[in-house]
């Protein structure tokens, strides 16, 4: 999701039946990485993000660079298809997208110039890891977009939505939303019938008919419905706070969603950037604490990788003496 008040904000849930090792890491500028077409690169931006390291290769879920570029890969099962290296174009494997578009340029307009030359291959990192299918959430201050790659191509939809979440492909989000511009934040007046006088019984009747669901298509609507409908003070505390407020009202229950293999799905983690200053914010299903790390001119320019843990146990303040018996 993307949010506007004095800053930038962007930022998502992370759903899953467990954690994948992630971290927040800071990849510096002039990091170099070899590409699976054996393309040695090196970041001209300096980036921070969620994801895990593997043999000093930082995989991230999301992220964004220095200039406020920001991106994310969620879920896109089935309907994500990659290809086999194609000539004369950019050929990128799915888990280097993000370090690759972050890490080379500094906004959207100029990351058009090339995206009709990638080609997404279908390459893993490792032999014994699999090819994740995913679709990705790009945006800057100015303009937000969608990448997905399917049977018929790279497909690149402008998102004024500023929201993205897994199936179905993106076009069906933008036609479903339409099934709810009845649904209204107003206190609700009768348009049933002129002749039977109908009143309401209480608050937020305006919104019988938002989904209420965890499906991909109800938390589209449910998150487009609160952010469009956001009112919130512009300072950083009321930004961040009313942020993952938004990103609670779509978040997972452990235990209220069982996958077909009989694992539990949950909210793992809930992230929130500041694109403008270079903050990013982040929570864990099992600390829901804010806590934050500033991507700062001396981690931009640094010879490694940064990693920061995640705080996973419940921090509680008590407002009385605590009895540490």
């Not at 991230?60 to 994310?72: H, P, Q, T």
């Not at 174009?89 to 058009?112: D, M, Q, V």
């Not at 669901?213 to 300072?235: C, G, Q």
């Not at 539990?264 to 600390?287: H, L, Q, R, V």
Request: proline share 4%; charged share 20%; glycine share 6%.
């Amino acid at each position: 999701m993307t949010f506007k008040t004095k800053d930038y904000y962007f930022g998502r849930n992370l759903d899953l039946e467990a954690t994948f090792g992630e971290k927040v890491i800071v990849t510096p500028r002039n990091y170099e990485f070899t590409c699976k077409n054996n393309i040695n690169m090196k970041t001209k931006y300096a980036i921070i993000g969620m994801g895990t390291v593997i043999e000093d290769y930082p995989l991230y879920a999301d992220a964004e660079n220095e200039k406020g570029l920001c991106m994310a890969g969620l879920y896109f099962p089935g309907n994500a298809v990659y290809f086999e290296e194609k000539e004369k174009a950019i050929n990128i494997t799915s888990f280097e997208l993000i370090l690759w578009c972050l890490g080379n340029f500094s906004s959207i307009a100029e990351l058009r110039e090339v995206l009709n030359k990638i080609n997404i291959t279908n390459q893993a990192f490792h032999e014994n890891m699999s090819v994740v299918d995913l679709h990705w959430m790009i945006s800057d201050e100015k303009e937000c977009i969608v990448l997905e790659q399917t049977k018929n191509g790279l497909q690149i939809y402008d998102n004024p939505y500023g929201v993205l979440t897994n199936n179905p492909p993106f076009c069906y989000h933008e036609m479903n939303i339409n099934n709810y511009m009845n649904v209204s934040a107003k206190f609700p007046t009768n348009t049933f019938s002129e002749e039977i006088p109908l009143q309401p019984y209480g608050q937020g009747m305006g919104m019988i008919g938002l989904p209420g669901d965890v499906t991909p298509t109800s938390r589209f609507v449910r998150a487009a419905f609160y952010k469009f409908n956001s009112i919130t003070d512009e300072d950083e505390e009321s930004s961040i706070s009313q942020f993952f407020h938004i990103l609670d009202s779509v978040s997972m229950i452990k235990g209220s969603v069982i996958t077909k293999e009989n694992h539990y799905d949950m909210t793992t983690y809930s992230s929130c950037i500041n694109a403008s200053k270079g903050i990013y914010y982040f929570k864990t299903y099992y600390n829901n604490q804010i806590h934050a790390v500033s991507l700062n001119e001396q981690n931009k320019n640094g010879d490694k990788l940064e990693i920061y843990e995640l705080p996973q146990k419940q921090h509680i303040q008590y407002l009385n003496n605590k009895n540490d018996d």
